[in-house]
Every structure is written in C-alpha cells, then in structure tokens.
C-alpha cells in the first residue's frame, strides 16, 4: 500500500498515530464505505459517458471497483494514516491497479462532495428503515386499540383523575403522534434526496460532468441545485435529529406511562418478563429495565441534534472539517431511534392492561362530575358556570349525591335542583364511567362510534405509509442493481 496520497505533494513529516486517530473518520466511515463505492461507479459511469476518461483505465477501475464490491473492503483501506475512507479506498485503487489509472477517478470531484453524497444515500436507507418500524409500530397500537374500545379506564390531566376514557382512545392519541413522526420523515426524505455529487470541493468543476445522470444512477431525485450548498448543507442531518428527537420524546412519555402504570399503587399493566430485568439484591423485584433505557435514549438522541446543531452554527462557508465531527452524531441518533421503535412496539404488543384495575379506577376522585354539571346544563337548564360551581361545592362537601347536590346549589345558587326535576337515579346513570364515554361521540372522542372512525383513518394512513416505505426502498434497490449491472457492462 503506498504512502498518504493526497499529503505527499503539499505537505511533510510524520504524524504520532494519536494525531492520526484524532483527525480520522474511520469509526463512522464505515457507515458510509459500501455507499461509497456506489458514488465511485456512478461516477466513473459519468466520466466515461462523457468522453472525461478513456476506455481502457476506465475498464480497469471499473474492474477494481467491482472487485472491491464483490469482495469488500480490505481492512488497510480503514487504516487511519489516511483519515478517512475515501482517500484510504483510493490508496487500494492506485495500489491495485497503479496511478496512472487509479489516480484518475477523482477527476472533477472532491471528498467534500463525495461525503455528503454517501452520508445522503445512507441516510436515506436509514429513513426507510425508520419509517418501517414506525409503521409496524402503529400497527401494534391500532390493533391493540381496536380490541380496547370498551375498556374504560380513567384519563387524567395534571396526573390527577380527570374524565373516564378507554383504552382504545389513549392508545390511539400516541398512534397519532407516531403518524405525525412518520410524516416527518416522509417530508425529510424529500430534501436529503437530492445528489451533491458533481460540486468537487464547493465551485463545481471545469470537467463536463453529467449531475443528472449521476443523480440518476444513484437513485437521487435530482441533483443538488448549488455546488456550494450540496457540500456545507447539513440542515438535512439536523431535520432528521430533530425529527428523531420529537419521535423519541414521544417514545420516553410512553416508557415513563408504562413504567409508572405497572407500579404496584397504579398496576394498569404488566410488562412481559422479557422486557424486565431483576434485582441483584432484592429477590422480588421485577423492573422495566427496557422502558427506563428507552427513556433515557430519547436524552441520547436530543443531545445528538444539540451536538450537531453546535457544531454546525459557527461554520462560515463552504465545507469546514467540523463536519466530520457531525456525522457520528446522526449515527448516534439513528441507531438508538432504530433501535427504540421495534422494542417499543414489542413491549406494548406482549403487555397485559389489566381492564379491572382500570375500570376500579376510572370514577374514581369525582372523574364524572364534568359530566354531571354538562348534564345539569343540558337537560336541566343551568349555565354551565352555575353547574360547574354547584357541582364542585358538592365535590367539596364529599359527595355528588342528591341530597348534597341540592344543599350545594342551594348555597352556591340559591336555587333547587330538586325543583329542577333532577332525580338521585338520573344522577345514578350521569355518575356512571360509562356513561361518561359513551356521550362523547364527537368526532376524536372516546365513545366507541368515535374510536372507530379514528380506527379506520388510522388504519388508511398507515397503509399509505407503509406503501411509501415498500415504494421509496424499491425504487432505491432498484437504482443500485442497475447501477452495478451498468457497471458490470462496463467491463463486459
Ligand atoms: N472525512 C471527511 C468528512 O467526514 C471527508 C471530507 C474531507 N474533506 C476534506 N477536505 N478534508 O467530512
């Protein structure tokens, strides 16, 4: 293997291995080395199209490329006496096939388009990848929901009993919240598919290069609009940290929920064993060891966008090697957000909701009384605001019941309910959870007619979503299979 290639010109003496390893990429360019070879076809494919290179060492490289591909990378092309993968693959490409030929492939480009190239199409499987699991994700939740919509349990605000819902409701609110995670991402998808390849260090270059066609053999949209924005742009990695940070903050308040609904005082679930862990000390213990980790990587993934987001906001035009330092943390945030859904989905899917504890729960701390003051406006006449204080005077007595209503709005209103024709077996039936949910039947309620439309809404976005997730990875494979068949004809 010969020498640092791209030093040997401008630049001399040694370097201490503890300068290399802090200058090199090596760690996260294995991301990227396989995408890499990609950007080296496509563009070899363009330089020859182009009349750029000629035949022969054109058939060489391809040759060399190919072989590379076939057989992976040799371990010496990490070495990171080269800095990173680029210039480490192309020292293998001079060593195999000499300079005069190897040393023609960077014609018209630069490691700056390169990199931001390889870290889009990475990026792009990696979306795929994510909306996939946020889709299988919903799936759980919405099947689990449509089994739930009569399991009435109580809802709260401030943590405090608030309103009965069911089950079916509260599981569907984080499915909506995923949905919008997944649409996210879609729209995402739409600017990190754009190809920076053709920008060389940031001007462009002087060679005749084809973008469209490069683009196009990489399974891009289309070129990047701006030679200079395609290689300093990382707004794209920042949109997919931020994106996976709304995710994951959705994720850590429901691993908190099922953490605090399997305590012994909530008891609303079991989490299966397999997502538990035991205690060294305390032979009892059964913790939700996967729930809190989860918890805890949505803090992992929100440091990842600060970290990129501070490395990027001083950076002056165009590419800075700061750059570099941002990759790891996309990585970073993929991997633990990649990681977290399936698990997630698999926790909730494999948890038993204990519909006895819920129903004990769900009127309990005077959880109906909105309903009995909306039934005194309603049925009985009242403003609303004079139900509201009747009721909750009642509430302060301790106790809805006929008597103690009627001595509440004769204090607080100076009026009879009993007058009113309100009677202790209409209280009886307004008092009643279930009677709490089955009113609320407008559109997004509780009430089983509403769950259901919600159901079915949720059910038609998510089969539109996972068509994208089958239609966007196909069309990817598909781009890479032609592209290494155009390759291979190359050199037929
Ligand atoms: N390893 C570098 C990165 O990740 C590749 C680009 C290097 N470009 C340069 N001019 N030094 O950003």
């Known amino acids: 293997m010969c020498s640092d290639q791209i030093r040997q010109g401008r630049l001399s003496g040694e370097r201490s291995a503890n300068l290399e390893h802090f200058l090199a990429s090596m760690d996260a360019d294995r991301w990227i080395a396989e995408a890499d070879l990609l950007v080296d076809m496509a563009h070899l494919l363009g330089l020859r199209r182009q009349g750029i290179l000629d035949e022969a060492p054109a058939r060489a490289l391809m040759a060399a490329l190919l072989d590379l591909h076939d057989r992976g990378f040799p371990e010496k092309a990490f070495d990171e006496r080269f800095e990173d993968i680029h210039a480490g693959k192309e020292a293998c490409l001079i060593e195999r096939v000499g300079e005069d030929i190897g040393g023609r492939l960077h014609m ?36 689990l929901a449509a089994g739930h919509t009569d399991t009435v349990m ?12 069911t089950l079916a409701h509260y599981l569907l609110a984080y499915e909506q919240a995923f949905s919008r995670d997944t649409a996210r991402l879609r729209e995402a998808y739409a600017r990190v598919d754009v190809s920076p390849l053709g920008s060389a260090a940031f001007a462009s270059t002087g060679f005749p290069l084809d973008r469209d066609y490069t683009a196009r053999l990489l399974g891009f ?12 742009a990382r707004d794209f990695a920042l949109e997919i940290l931020g994106d996976l940070t709304v995710c994951m903050t959705t994720v850590s308040r429901l691993c908190e929920e099922l953490i605090l609904w399997s305590t012994s005082f909530v008891g609303f679930v079991h989490i299966n064993d397999a997502y538990c862990s035991s205690s060294s000390i305390m032979p009892q213990k059964k913790n939700p060891d996967v729930a809190e980790i989860m918890r805890a990587k949505a803090g992992t993934v929100a440091g990842a966008l600060i970290a990129a987001m501070t490395i990027t906001k001083g950076l002056p035009m165009s590419y800075n090697r700061d750059l570099q330092e941002l990759t ?58 004079t139900a509201h204080r009747i009721v909750g005077r009642a509430v302060r007595y301790g106790s809805l019941d006929l008597a103690t209503l009627e ?71 598909r781009a890479f299979e032609d592209l290494i068949s155009e390759s291979r004809r190359m050199i037929a």
């Not at 388009?113 to 499987?125: G, N």
């Not at 109580?154 to 819902?165: K, M, R, V, Y």
């Not at 039936?429 to 559109?443: C, F, G, K, Q």
């Not at 769950?451 to 539109?464: F, H, I, K, P, Y």
Request: hydrophobic share 50%.
């Open 154 to 165: 109580p809802g709260f605000t401030h943590l405090q009993h608030a309103q009965p819902t």
């Open 221 to 232: 949209s289309r070129p990047a609009a701006n030679s200079m924005d395609a290689v300093a």
């Open 108 to 143: 018209g480009r630069s490691r700056n388009d390169e990199v931001a190239t390889c870290v889009r199409i990475r990026l792009k499987q990696e979306i795929i990848v994510l909306a996939r699991a946020l889709v299988d994700l919903r799936r759980t939740l919405l099947d």
């Open 407 to 477: 001595a509440a709005a004769r204090e607080a209103a100076g009026l009879s309910i009993v007058d009113l024709g309100v009677t202790e077996d209409r209280i009886d039936a307004v008092l009643d959870p279930r009677n709490a949910v089955a009113v609320r039947t407008v559109p997004g309620g509780p009430a089983p007619s509403a769950v259901a439309v919600q159901l079915a809404e949720g059910r038609d976005l998510l089969a539109r979503d996972a068509a994208w997730v089958e239609a966007v990875e196909a069309a990817l494979l």
């Open 328 to 385: 790891p943390h996309l990585w970073r945030g993929v991997v633990a957000t990649r990681e977290s859904i399936p698990l997630l989905a698999g926790m909730i899917g494999t948890a038993t909701f204990d519909a006895g504890r819920m129903a004990a729960e769900a009127g309990k701390g005077f959880s109906t009384a909105t309903e009995l003051a909306d039934t005194l406006t309603r049925d009985y006449g009242l403003a609303f605001r």
